[in-house]
């Protein structure tokens, strides 16, 4: 599997999880070199608090385009260790 964004594939592994429809790569497969800061936080009522990155491809900023949980809750273990992405970023 691959996510691509901005004509990039800023993350790529064979070891993808599904949840919810979301595909969860493993963190080490995200290309840190496209990735920037957030402090953006959501809270999900059953895996717990989301944390976001940024990404920065070809000049553009995509802001919170990656999520994770750096403490997910014991239901959504298999998540930990784990991003996965949003607003244009495709995974296939």
């Not at 595909?23 to 809270?43: G, I, Q, W």
Request: with cysteine; hydrophobic share 40%.
């Amino acid at each position: 599997m691959k996510a691509i964004w901005n004509g990039v594939v800023i993350a790529e592994s064979d070891d993808v999880v599904v949840v919810e429809g979301n595909h969860y790569f493993p963190a080490e497969a995200l290309n840190d070199k496209y990735v920037s800061f957030s402090n953006h936080r959501t809270s999900c009522p059953w895996k717990g608090q989301a944390y976001y990155k940024s990404l920065f491809v070809n000049g553009e900023m995509n802001a919170d385009a990656v999520w994770y949980y750096p403490e997910p809750s014991e239901a959504a273990a298999n998540i930990k260790g784990r991003v996965a992405f949003w607003k244009g970023v495709k995974v296939e």
